[in-house]
């Protein structure tokens, strides 16, 4: 691994809201063997906001996620409180706040709902524990209802909310949601929808979000970049890119 590139400046882009980077990539570069996935990314967050990844399958969001806490090599840099990523143990990142809900939920299937989500905390102190498992259980309800159920039979949508209530046990200060709508019915999207709404207004945090439904990631970001084969091609905030003709016939349906 090699981190051969170092931003000159702090400055934030021109499109970015002026505040604090929590996390900054910089000519960021992953390849797996012969397959270049990223090819220069250039991404900040700043502290409070949430970041949209869209792009289509394979455009390199989830190598992006997967990259920044820590699973894969890569050159250029990419930096979490400063620091850069490469040289942190993925623990201490999480220690540092950054949670990350991948694609693939990771969940517990023969354990029930509840202990899922107690793993989720399992580095905090046991009143965080308590108080987090309450926050969970009123943003969404039925993981409360089914707490004793075992994860694996519950619903997709229903193991998504479970993968993200488990990632918010963390107490996070970055949450990396990896496509949270993947595959889900419309009605258990707006229950998603609703908790990160709920999130932003009673405990805020910061928040990449990775996104193939470009409507749901529209809704929520504060400024967006759109990947498309390892590149970002476009960067705005959800104004800015309604209004390009690009991305509203390519990604808003004209
Ligand atoms: P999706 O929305 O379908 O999940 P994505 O935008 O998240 O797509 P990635 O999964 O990051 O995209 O994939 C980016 C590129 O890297 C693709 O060409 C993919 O085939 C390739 N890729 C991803 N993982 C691997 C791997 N483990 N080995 C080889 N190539 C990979």
Known sequence: MSTDTTPDTDEPTSTSGGGDDLLRATDLRVSYGQVTALRGIDLNVEEGEIIGLIGPNGAGKTTFANTISGFLDYDGSATYRGEEVAEREQIDLVEEG?????EKRDLFGFMSVE???????Y??????????????????PRLEERKNQNAR???????????IGRALMGDPDLLILDEPTLGLAPVILDDISRGIDRIMEEDPITILLTEQNVTFAFKHSDRL???ENGEVVRTGTPNELKGDDYIRESYLGG
């Open 115 to 121: 202990d899922n989500l107690e793993l989720g905390s």
């Open 98 to 102: 950054m949670i990350h809900c991948t």
């Open 225 to 227: 970049y759109l990947l």
């Open 123 to 140: 580095r905090r102190a046991e009143d965080v524990m308590e108080e987090r498992l309450e926050f969970v259980y009123d943003l969404f």
């Open 153 to 163: 039979s519950m619903s997709g949508g229903e193991q998504q909310m479970l993968a």
